[in-house]
């Protein structure tokens, strides 16, 4: 399912999104009348039945990863993967350097910085929540977070290993070997290129952000948003934001153009990179990209696939006159600013693991 989800073709987003905001500001209007004569109480239970109807709370518990059954072992052992530099040629880059999880997941880069201090062509998206997303990568051509491990491993330009030296370095180790065993206990051979990216994944699995002010607030707690953010909340809904970020993970379910109504300047939409277009070679595709998660965006700057926005105001107004046709006001950027802060929850507390020493026979650094 994931490998063949479809964006709308930009004529037709369009005349969703303008439908979907249409109704929904008539909905708006018929519920401003019955506001007025209602107790507080009221308008906070009709706006939170509207976004109920588009958005789910994250769950408290671990999601269900397919194909993967996610056990301690492999959480244990897929955290010191998560943190160990020597999976790089030049074993100082790790998953942690590009999603680092004490900046909200990313990097704080506009694009990432790998082997031999080369940029990446694209901004690192955050690893929190990643688990809920349709697919991995910006263009989605990873479909589940096992094939986005292998990815940077293996890319020159982030950490420039190849699976034969992952292999070597991991069966180097006597305590690596050990817990590749544990994990995958039914194996012959546990230590391979495939499980090391499923312990990875089954790390990742766990770094989810539960209990904002937004999932609380879609629980029932009319109280744990502010005022601000009610309003920002109602103003997302209204302008059509929610027809491309919406259910659990606020986002990251489908593919959409970046520029619906109107193409960003190269500034901001590099023309060299086409998005979703070098996976299927599709026309329709140019310049598709998967629709990011909006959790914790306010920790997660700069923003877009170039990152080459950093601040979240700007953020919002280029999404209202790129994605819908709308000049947004200063006052309406501000509410939608202010909704946004709504969506940071608790933060994953992952202890710093020891990681196992290396050995005489662990391959060395290499730098070229």
């Not at 546990?190 to 952000?209: C, H, K, S, W, Y």
């Not at 919406?246 to 998005?275: C, M, Q, R, S, W």
Request: proline share 8%.
């Amino acid at each position: 399912m994931h490998a063949q989800t479809r964006h709308r073709p930009a004529a037709a987003l369009k005349s969703l999104l303008a439908a979907t905001a249409t109704a929904l500001g008539l909905l708006a209007a018929t519920a401003g009348t019955s506001v007025a004569a209602d107790p507080p109480a009221a308008a906070g239970d009709a706006l939170m039945t509207r976004a109920r109807e588009l958005f789910k709370p994250l769950p408290v518990t671990l999601p269900v990863v397919r194909n993967n059954a996610v056990t301690r072992e492999k959480i244990d052992l897929g955290k010191m993967l998560f943190f160990d530099p020597r999976l790089s040629a030049s074993g100082i880059f790790s998953c942690n350097s590009c999603h680092n999880l004490g900046l909200g997941g990313v990097d704080g880069l506009e694009t990432s910085v790998g082997h031999g201090w080369q940029k990446g062509p694209r901004n690192a998206p955050t690893v929190l929540n990643a688990v809920l997303n349709v697919a991995q990568f910006w263009d989605g051509r990873a479909e589940d977070l096992k094939a986005q491990a292998k990815g940077p491993i293996q890319a020159g330009v982030e950490m420039n290993s190849t699976p034969d030296r992952v292999m070597a370095v991991l069966n180097s180790i006597p305590d690596y070997k050990a817990k590749f065993a544990t994990a995958f206990p039914n194996e012959k051979n546990p230590v391979t290129f495939d499980n090391v990216a499923m312990a990875i994944e089954a790390f990742e699995a766990t770094l989810t952000t539960p209990a904002s002010p937004f999932d609380q607030f879609l629980e029932g707690n009319a109280e744990a948003m502010s005022a601000p953010q009610k309003a920002g909340l109602e103003l997302f809904i209204d302008k059509g934001c929610s027809g491309c970020h919406n259910g659990v993970n606020v986002g990251g379910h489908d593919y959409f153009p970046f520029g619906v109504v109107t193409k960003p300047g190269a500034e901001i939409l590099p023309p060299g990179d086409k998005g979703r277009f070098a996976v299927t070679k599709t026309a329709d595709d140019e310049y598709v990209f998967r629709a990011p998660t909006l959790r914790n965006v306010t920790l997660t700057a700069p923003y877009f696939h170039s990152g080459k926005v950093w601040d979240l105001r700007q953020a919002v107004a280029v999404m209202g006159s790129s994605q819908l046709g709308a000049t947004l006001t200063d006052e309406e950027i501000d509410k939608i600013t202010a909704f946004l802060t709504a969506l940071t929850g608790q933060q994953p507390r992952v202890d710093y693991p020891l990681l196992p020493a290396s050995t005489p026979a662990t391959p060395q650094p290499v730098f070229k």
